[in-house]
């Protein structure tokens, strides 16, 4: 005896619902090019910023540890060639001065270094359409992104604050958290934006390199990292307070001295409207598709 298939219909509400079809029913289909995924991919966006993530742990003797010893070598050579006889600046042993710019200074550069990266080899391997084809949009792509830099930012900054904190002489004692939090993530969001855009632009690897080394380095290193601008002449003064690293580093710094050599509130407001620009531009970037797509 034959049996015939039931006629019996299910809506496709029941039968996203998870509700039992009828015994030889068919289910449903969706109606072509109806969206699967609603509001935010969190499956594509976690899994996006865990290969950011794992790809520079797999190496993190290269992205983490060599950071915390380059800086230390900073640390060690100033303070022996600037910090002997008992200099303070700020009221504070110059080493222990120096030390929380040093540490935002390692995390900027490497939040910097992982964003640059990405997309970068994608487009020289041509391995550039597992970043498009996913079901990801532009915004959720680069969550993932900068996500990604800010935690290999914060890994090393950790680092560097472990071995500065066990290291004799130099106090890195936190007074301000919300300063050092603040100032930390911002400033490395901020490289991580800039890195962005520069993996976006670059084609080969020496134009990344150009980067670092004509404006990522140059900002760092004349940012007050190794001394206050009160002692510089007026015009440098100048020059000093159009650069944001200048605000990221004496925020921070801020958060372990309790003493400052700018202003703080408008140090929060530069840096928030520096990353709002960046975000802004490499979401335009992104969204075009310029040297990407095409």
Same mark, same amino acid.
């Given at each position: 005896m034959?049996?015939?298939?039931?006629s019996?219909k299910?809506?496709?509400?029941?039968?996203?619902a998870?509700?039992?079809l009828?015994s030889?029913?068919?289910?449903?289909?969706?109606?072509?090019?109806?969206?699967?995924?609603h509001?935010?991919?969190?499956?594509?966006l976690?899994t996006?910023?865990?290969?950011?993530?794992?790809?520079?742990?797999?190496v993190?003797?290269?992205?983490?540890?060599?950071?915390?010893?380059?800086?230390?070598?900073?640390?060690v050579?100033?303070?022996?060639?600037?910090g002997?006889?008992?200099?303070t600046v700020?009221g504070?042993?110059?080493?222990?001065?120096?030390?929380p710019?040093?540490?935002v200074?390692?995390?900027?550069?490497?939040?910097?270094?992982n *964003?640059? +990266?990405?997309?970068?080899?994608?487009? $020289?391997? #041509?391995?550039i359409?597992?970043? !498009?084809?996913?079901?990801? &949009?532009?915004?959720?792509?680069?969550?993932?992104?900068?996500?990604?830099?800010?935690?290999?930012a914060?890994c090393?900054?950790?680092?560097?604050w472990?071995a500065?904190?066990?290291w004799?002489?130099?106090?890195?004692?936190?007074?301000?958290?919300?300063?050092?939090?603040?100032?930390?993530?911002?400033?490395s969001?901020?490289?991580?934006?800039m890195g962005?855009?520069t993996?976006?632009?670059?084609?080969k690897?020496?134009?990344?390199a150009?980067?670092?080394?004509f404006?990522v380095?140059p900002?760092?290193?004349?940012?007050?990292?190794f001394?206050v601008?009160?002692?510089?002449?007026?015009a440098f003064?100048?020059? *000093?307070? +159009?650069?944001?690293?200048?605000?990221? $580093?004496? #925020?921070?710094?801020?958060?372990? !001295?309790?003493?400052?050599? &700018?202003?703080?509130?408008?140090g929060?407001i530069v840096?928030?409207c520096?990353?709002?620009?960046l975000?802004a531009?490499?979401?335009?970037?992104l969204?075009?598709?310029?040297?990407?797509?095409?």
């Amino acid at each position: 005896m034959n049996v015939q298939p039931s006629s019996d219909k299910v809506s496709p509400e029941k039968a996203q619902a998870g509700e039992f079809l009828p015994s030889g029913a068919l289910p449903a289909l969706r109606e072509f090019g109806k969206p699967v995924i609603h509001n935010v991919n969190w499956g594509g966006l976690k899994t996006l910023y865990l290969k950011e993530v794992l790809r520079f742990l797999k190496v993190q003797l290269q992205t983490v540890w060599a950071p915390a010893v380059t800086t230390l070598l900073f640390l060690v050579i100033f303070t022996v060639a600037l910090g002997r006889e008992g200099r303070t600046v700020l009221g504070v042993p110059f080493s222990s001065f120096i030390a929380p710019g040093l540490i935002v200074m390692g995390m900027m550069q490497n939040a910097f270094a992982n *964003s640059s +990266f990405s997309l970068l080899v994608g487009k $020289i391997q #041509g391995t550039i359409v597992d970043y !498009l084809m996913p079901p990801l &949009s532009i915004v959720e792509m680069m969550v993932a992104l900068i996500g990604g830099a800010v935690t290999r930012a914060l890994c090393v900054g950790a680092s560097v604050w472990l071995a500065m904190f066990l290291w004799p002489g130099v106090s890195v004692s936190v007074i301000h958290l919300w300063a050092v939090i603040y100032f930390g993530l911002m400033g490395s969001a901020m490289l991580a934006f800039m890195g962005l855009i520069t993996s976006i632009w670059a084609e080969k690897f020496d134009h990344a390199a150009a980067v670092t080394n004509f404006v990522v380095a140059p900002l760092a290193l004349l940012s007050g990292t190794f001394y206050v601008i009160d002692k510089l002449a007026p015009a440098f003064q100048t020059v *000093s307070q +159009f650069n944001p690293f200048f605000y990221v $580093i004496s #925020g921070f710094r801020y958060g372990f !001295l309790g003493e400052t050599d &700018s202003n703080i509130a408008t140090g929060m407001i530069v840096v928030l409207c520096v990353n709002v620009l960046l975000a802004a531009t490499a979401y335009l970037l992104l969204r075009s598709g310029w040297k990407i797509k095409s």
